[in-house]
């Protein structure tokens, strides 16, 4: 379809470079006949500058011979007749078709570097304005508008963007069904990732050109241009063109998914630091009272007059309860403030590790008196230098959870013991225990098992604190169980200075 149409343009340009023959005969012939002028062939150079300007090469040559001839017929002895009696006549058509060819081919070639010059003006121009509309885009929708205006302007043919899920919005255009199976196809290789890009046939003559619109991001959606019945040989150089296109518009798009990513990072940090302080600022508001609660109820508990009457005993234990219960909650809020907000400053100091566990077992005395508890410490335990207070909250949460999560009157084992070069203090019970799922996600802010986070309290802070405080002095937690139900040990692991470093304890210590 392409030959034929060339070859209507030069057969269309051929005769009316003949037309202009004629015209440039009859004016010549006036002029002989007026002003006895007996050589008018350099006239003739004007059609073929016209030809070879506007008409292109061909028609250019045609006139060019066609001058010759009727310059031979009708300005050279014998007239009316192509018979040239005289070589210098000959000479001059000669030199005259010599000139015209050169003539012909250079206005040819000015009017193509003048088109080429001036579209590539245009491109430059389109360009500019392209580079200047995505400098200016505030979000994914606009460059992929700009991307199709340019490149449709580009080809001057119709350009359909597919898959663009990067706040594009684009995913279903109306024209999208009128695209042949084979594009659709080839759409769906590229989206797949088995290429990256394509050309096709469309099946009515048009061929297209399938890409991703980034060559590293695939969320960025996939561009399907229609470029026409092209050359085969024209292809490469319309693909690097949009590949050029494509390339400025995909930084840009990186560019917003970036400034998008900082901004919301941006957000969840405000947003923290509000829910933060929120949480700091009532837990603090909350303890006054709650430390009187605790203290009236306390007193209560142990009044001669309240221990006479077991129903009002019970009542005082339970307000007790639940008071040391929430005050445990609101410390864990302000812990994890601290934790977020990396004020975590450990006053480490030599300590034996079984002060640490008698005292964690000592505050929760009463939370343990519905189970079996058992000791296994081991004697001559080296001494450690931590925080005693942060490390005795990590290893009471523990604890906590073991009274928590097993049920009434089961075994509860406290040990401590020298393994390697750590000091490590477990605790097993015979509870819920984990699943593997349960324990890689154990110790993650607010993570709570969801077998039994509807039927237990619980806020999904204190292993993850308790974790926080241990790594903060050098230590580690671990948990292991043999699944549902087949009870949990978990175990912090400390590390014990050489003897060297040893504190010296007196005999009296």
Do not use: C
């Amino acid at each position: 379809m392409v030959g034929m149409d060339a070859v209507r343009r030069e057969l269309r340009g051929s005769a009316i470079a003949l037309v202009m023959v004629a015209v440039t005969t009859v004016v010549v012939y006036a002029l002989t006949q007026s002003l006895e002028v007996r050589r008018g062939s350099v006239i003739y150079l004007l059609p073929v500058l016209l030809a070879g300007w506007h008409l292109g090469l061909i028609p250019a040559l045609v006139a060019a011979v066609a001058g010759v001839l009727w310059s031979g017929y009708f300005f050279f002895s014998p007239y009316y007749s192509f018979y040239l009696a005289r070589p210098n006549e000959i000479l001059n058509l000669v030199l005259f078709m010599v000139v015209a060819g050169v003539t012909s081919h250079l206005a040819n070639s000015m009017k193509m570097q003048t088109e080429i010059a001036r579209k590539r003006e245009k491109e430059m121009g389109d360009l500019y304005a392209f580079s200047r509309r995505l400098a200016a885009a505030s979000s994914a929708a606009d460059i992929y508008l700009a991307i199709e205006q340019h490149l449709a302007s580009l080809v001057q043919r119709k350009v359909v963007l597919f898959g663009t899920g990067s706040g594009g919005d684009r995913d279903a255009k109306p024209d999208q069904g009128a695209l042949s199976q084979r594009v659709h196809s080839a759409i769906a290789e590229v989206q797949a990732g088995r290429t990256l890009a394509t050309t096709v046939d469309d099946g009515a003559g048009d061929i297209w050109l399938v890409r991703r619109v980034s060559q590293k991001n695939t969320d960025f959606g996939v561009i399907a241009i229609d470029l026409g019945s092209v050359r085969p040989s024209d292809i490469d150089e319309v693909r690097k063109r949009v590949d050029d296109v494509l390339s400025d518009a995909a930084a840009t798009l990186e560019r917003l998914d970036v400034a998008r990513a900082l901004n919301d990072a941006k957000m969840r940090s405000e947003t923290e630091l509000l829910r933060e302080a929120l949480i700091g600022s009532v837990s603090h508001e909350l303890r006054t009272p709650l430390a009187s609660i605790l203290g009236a109820a306390t007193v209560l508990s142990k009044s001669a007059v309240i221990a006479k009457d077991e129903r009002l005993t019970s009542l005082a234990g339970v307000v007790r309860d639940e008071a040391d219960r929430l005050n445990n909650d609101i410390q864990n809020l302000l812990d994890a403030t601290r934790i977020s907000r990396a004020q975590i400053r450990p006053r480490q100091e030599w300590i034996e590790p079984q002060d640490i566990v008698n005292s964690a077992l000592e505050r929760r005395r009463r939370r343990l008196s519905a189970h079996t508890l058992s000791l296994d410490v081991d004697s001559n335990l080296p001494f450690i230098y931590v925080d005693p207070v942060l490390v005795e909250q990590a290893f009471g949460q523990i604890v906590d959870n073991a009274a928590k999560y097993s049920p009434p009157g089961s075994p509860i084992t406290v040990a401590a013991k020298r393994n390697g070069r750590d000091v490590v203090l477990s605790v097993h019970d015979e509870g819920v225990g984990l699943t593997a799922q349960e324990n890689a996600q154990l110790g993650e802010r607010f993570f709570r098992g969801a077998r039994h986070a509807a039927t237990t309290s619980g806020s999904g802070l204190g292993l993850w604190i308790a974790k926080a405080f241990v790594t903060a002095n050098g230590g580690k937690i671990e948990a292991a169980s043999a699944g549902a139900d087949q009870g949990t040990t978990v175990s912090i692991h400390l590390p014990f200075a050489t003897p060297a470093s040893q504190p010296e304890v007196g005999p009296d210590d």
